[in-house]
Every structure is written in structure tokens, then in C-alpha cells.
């Protein structure tokens, strides 16, 4: 069996790394962690054009409906770019949420993005203050929401909002929503990890200690081979979960948290060994790993911690 993605698959990945590495992301990061969205919103606006924000939307609202494992190919490459905003809510869990909405025509052509709080795992909505809608979905319904009090973040480019309720309830199939987010913010996190560990990569091959190249060091090298098995062991989980949503596997729930598990793992080692081969450098704002080192911490627990993750896969065996 071929468990490669396929040609199309590979070009659309290609050009979405086209558009973003053209694109100033540090710039646009650091801008919407400070208030000044625009920058980022043209990042939106370039991924729309792509069909991005359409995968799942269905196609009666001109979405795309396309395959789960399409929409981890585009997540894993925003993770890599580190794309700021609610990446997770707006692409994989609001086309769940308003499958029968008309608003959905809005959200593919990326004129609405759309963010979610989902209690008790996602108490909490990113980019409230911003989205131009709030879903607040529970126990088979969803409704629209009001931001509320705003909350501390380990990533300043991920404002936490509390959200109150504010419409009729409706039914949606906020179980399938949930997995969805799951394995979108699982597909991030191996994105970040591979982008940090090919920064480590590049610059082991620079920086210098006691007169060597520090990636001459075989301790560097076993270091970093660790964090390219871990990453590279995460992204299969990633498809097979995807591979287990679009047949509506009965093992759904346990694959997608088998791959939260191993992602969130996989770049929380890709963080660390990024983070001792850079030094101190690594530590400062100023430095770019340091976006990607935050949005880590912040994605880790996103849509279930790991620890929630791992019982679930317990639960299930």
C-alpha cells in the first residue's frame, strides 16, 4: 500500500510555501500579537485564493468539501509558517459547525473568519476580539457568542477571550467538529516541529564552539536525528486520523488523540533541541525560533492536552 499523498497533494502543498515564504510571517506575527491584524489578514487573504479556507466548506456554499487529508497538508504547511490566527477554528472546525449555515459562503471565500470555543476542552475562543464570528458549541449545538473577558496567553499573537452566548441554539455536529480540530491543531504541530528542526539543522552548521562547527558534534547530531524520528513517527498518526475521519472509523477517536499525542510530543522535542543548539540566542524575543517556540507551548494544549489525549487513546485499547 502507498501511503505517499499524491501528486496534487504535493503541488498544492508547494504553493501554499510559495505564498507564505514570499509573505514577511515573522512581520506579520509579531503585528498581530501587538493589535495590527492587516498584515496577517493579507496572509488570509493569499490563502483563501489557494482554497485554503474552503477545504471543508461544503460545495452548496462554494467550499471545496475536499478530503481530511487535504485539509493536513495545508495545516501542517501553516504550522510551518506559523500563520497567526485561529488557524484551527476558522479552516477545520467552523466548516463542521456551520455545515448548513450560509455564512459558510462567506468563510470559503475567506471574507469571514470564524473562531470557536468549545467547552470544557476549549473553554476559551482565540482572536475573539478580531473573528468577524464567534461559535460557541456544546453538546450537539452551537451558537453564536459574544467576547467576554480576555485571558492570558503563553503566545501574545494568541489572544484568550471568554465568550458568552448570544443567539438561539442549533443543532451541529460538535463531536466531529471537535476531532477536527484535534487533528488540524496535530497537523500544526508537526509543521512547527519540522520548521524548528530544520532552523536547528541550518544553524549547527554555523554556529561555532571551541573552534568546531557545533554539527560536527555527534552529540548534536544524535540530538537532533531524535527530534527527525519523533517528527517523522508523528506525521503518518496525523493520516491514518485523517484516512480514520473521512471513512468514520470507529477508531476515529482514538487515532486522532494517538496523533495529538505524538505531534504535541514531536515538536515540544523540536522546541527543546531547537532551542539548546541555537543558545542563547534562542531565548530572545528579537529571534524568529522564538514565535515558533511559543505558538508550541500554545498549540500543545489546544483541543485537548496531551494528557487528556492519552487517556483516551488508554480508554480506547
Known amino acids: 500500500m502507498n501511503f505517499e499523498i499524491d501528486e496534487q497533494q504535493r503541488d498544492f502543498a508547494a504553493s501554499i510555501d510559495a505564498a507564505l515564504g514570499a509573505a514577511d510571517l515573522p512581520g506579520a506575527v509579531r503585528s498581530w500579537a501587538a ?47 506559523c500563520v497567526p490566527g485561529p488557524v484551527t477554528e476558522s479552516i477545520a472546525v467552523a466548516p463542521i459547525l456551520l455545515a448548513d449555515d450560509e455564512r459558510a459562503t462567506a468563510l470559503a471565500s475567506g471574507e469571514l473568519i470564524v473562531t470557536v470555543a468549545a467547552p470544557p476542552l476549549v473553554p476559551r475562543a482565540v482572536d475573539a476580539d478580531t473573528a468577524g464570528l464567534i461559535l460557541y458549541a456544546e453538546g450537539g449545538s452551537v ?31 460538535t463531536g466531529r467538529a471537535f476531532e477536527f480540530g484535534a487533528l488540524a491543531t496535530a497537523a500544526q504541530l508537526v509543521g512547527a516541529g519540522q520548521a524548528m528542526l530544520d532552523a536547528a539543522v541550518e544553524y549547527a552548521k554555523q554556529r561555532s ?12 547530531k544524535h540530538k537532533l536525528a531524535d527530534v527527525l524520528i519523533a517528527v517523522e513517527l508523528a ?48 531565548f530572545t524575543s528579537e529571534h524568529d525560533l522564538s514565535l515558533q517556540l511559543l505558538r508550541v507551548q500554545a498549540l500543545r494544549p489546544a483541543w485537548g492536552d496531551p494528557a487528556w489525549h492519552r487517556r483516551r487513546v488508554l480508554e480506547a485499547l
Open 209 to 220: 564552539q571551541f573552534g568546531t562547527v557545533i554539527g560536527t558534534y555527534q552529540a548534536i
Open 235 to 282: 506525521r503518518p498518526l496525523v493520516y491514518g486520523a485523517a484516512l480514520s475521519l473521512a471513512s468514520e472509523s470507529p477508531d476515529t477517536a482514538r487515532d486522532v488523540s494517538a496523533a495529538k499525542v505524538a505531534a504535541a510530543d514531536a515538536a515540544l522535542l523540536a522546541a527543546r533541541s531547537a532551542l539548546q543548539t541555537h543558545g542563547a540566542i534562542g
Open 35 to 81: 493589535g495590527d491584524t492587516a498584515p496577517g489578514r493579507k496572509v488570509w487573504a493569499q490563502l483563501a485564493d489557494l482554497g485554503v479556507t474552503a477545504l471543508l466548506v461544503p460545495e452548496k456554499f462554494d467550499g471545496i468539501e475536499a478530503h481530511p487529508v487535504d485539509l493536513v497538508v495545508a495545516a501542517e504547511r501553516l504550522g510551518r509558517w
Open 143 to 173: 451558537r453564536d457568542a459574544s467576547p467576554a473577558d480576555h485571558q492570558e496567553s503563553v503566545d501574545p499573537s494568541r489572544k484568550l477571550f471568554s465568550v458568552n452566548p448570544s443567539s438561539e441554539s442549533r443543532t451541529a455536529d
